[in-house]
C-alpha cells in the first residue's frame, strides 16, 4: 500500500471524526458556557479515532507490506 493511501485513509477517519463530534460540540457552544465534560469526551473521541487508524494501517501493512 502507498503512502497516499494511506493519507487517504487517515484523511477519511479524520473526516468522520469530526462529523461525530459536531453535534456534541455544537450543543455546547449552544450554551455559551465551557463544559468539561464535553471536552473530556471530545478528546476521548479523537484518541479512539486515532488508534483505530493506526490499527486499520498496521492491518493494511501486514495485508500489503510495502
Do not use: S
Amino acid at each position: 500500500m502507498t503512502e497516499e493511501r494511506k493519507h487517504a485513509i487517515l484523511l477519511a477517519t479524520v473526516i468522520l471524526t469530526a462529523r461525530k463530534l459536531q453535534p456534541l460540540l455544537e450543543g455546547a457552544d449552544q450554551e455559551g458556557m465551557p463544559n468539561m465534560a464535553t471536552e473530556f469526551w471530545a478528546k476521548v473521541a479523537v484518541n479512539k479515532a486515532i488508534e483505530r487508524a493506526a490499527h486499520i494501517l498496521d492491518l493494511i501493512d501486514e495485508k500489503w507490506p510495502a
